[in-house]
């Protein structure tokens, strides 16, 4: 029985010294999917699911630390899982809060959160941020927690706060429409200051990115892993960065 293991140890550290020094990916997203289905092949409830998948975030973290990663951003909650049945939804705020509050006590990362916050319980909004304030002079990875984060959302949220702002400043609706660019847009996105990702990975097996960073994700490159969130392995991780960095990335050029 110990051979499958020693066998998987040895590629992983094969594996992880065949990366290359350069063209490692800068930003990486990932969306943690599939920790309802992975609950359900055990005949486990869906809150036993996310647990295993918060769980498994410190791992992700340290194995992006390992290879010099500097801004990861995790999609735990989009706006259509607020639709969910409420027992449910309740389980899933409950046990985000908790990975959020163990990675702001972790010390290692600065938390910065994304998404509608004004579509969550007030009082959840509250913790949370005093959570990632908690983190604010931290130096390490940066870590943006997307939570109630739709991408059609964001740019909606974007193109109303800079149509706020110009107008604040007494700019005519006129004049916004013929000056307003990419960048303008870009200055007002959850992400802004940021990089773009280079790298998006999805779990479970489903090939769409479901709306996920939907205007800064023009030029990254996916990867998609069979595995459900919760049995995402670092091998699974080695993998997805070795496919990126074999890839040539021309930007569009």
Known sequence: M??????????????????PTKNLPCHVGVILDGNRRWAKTF???????HR??????????????????????????STDNLAREQAELTDLLGIIEEAVARLAKDGRWRINLLGALDLLPEDMVERLEKLASMTD????????????YGGRREIADAVKSLLLQQAKEGVTLAEIAEQIDVDHISEHLYTKGQPDPDLVIRTSGEQRLSGFLLWQSAHSEFYFCEAFWPDFRRVDFLRAVR??????RRLGK
């Open 243 to 248: 496919a990126y960095a074999a890839r040539d």
């Open 2 to 19: 110990r051979l499958p293991s020693v066998l998987y140890s040895v590629y992983e550290r094969r594996l992880a010294r065949s990366l």
């Open 137 to 148: 002079d931290v130096e390490g990875l940066h870590v943006n927690v997307a939570i109630g």
């Open 43 to 49: 005949g486990a409830s869906a809150a036993t699911g």
């Open 52 to 77: 295993r998948g918060a769980d498994k975030i410190l791992d992700l973290l340290t194995w992006c630390e390992e290879v010099g990663v500097e801004v990861v951003t995790l999609w735990m909650l």
